[in-house]
């Protein structure tokens, strides 16, 4: 099953531009970073999202964390059902916590072009 792509969404204007050894290099970094290709993380850029780099190993031990600690808490709703907020709560963080640090951020480009800083 094969999705039609609107014209908005089809890409056909190619771009191409020189850069230095080292820009090349961070480019490359920064885009392996995002998990991402260099040409998707230049159009992330373009759409005006402010992009992050990959959590490291650390995040996903405390998601994982926290979400046993969910657990625990699901597990006492029927002996204490004040326990149902605090999973409430902890749902909101988990959620908060990964449009932080794994969604990109959006920035206001006009913000920016009005300025004489793009």
Not at 16 to 31: A, D, I, P, W
């Amino acid at each position: 099953m094969s999705r039609e792509k609107s014209e908005k969404d089809v890409q056909n204007v190619p771009i191409t531009f020189r850069l230095t050894e080292e820009e090349h290099e961070k480019l490359k970094q920064y885009s392996s970073a995002c998990g991402l290709s260099a040409a998707e993380f230049m159009r992330q850029l373009c759409r005006g999202n402010a992009l992050q780099p990959m959590p490291q190993t650390e995040f996903w031990e405390l998601l994982g964390k926290l979400y046993e600690v969910h657990d625990a808490f699901r597990k006492c709703v029927p002996f204490y059902p004040a326990a149902a907020e605090i999973c409430k709560e902890i749902e909101q963080l988990v959620m908060d916590l990964q449009q932080r640090f794994t969604m990109p951020q959006p920035f206001d480009m006009e913000k920016y072009a009005g300025k004489g800083a793009v």
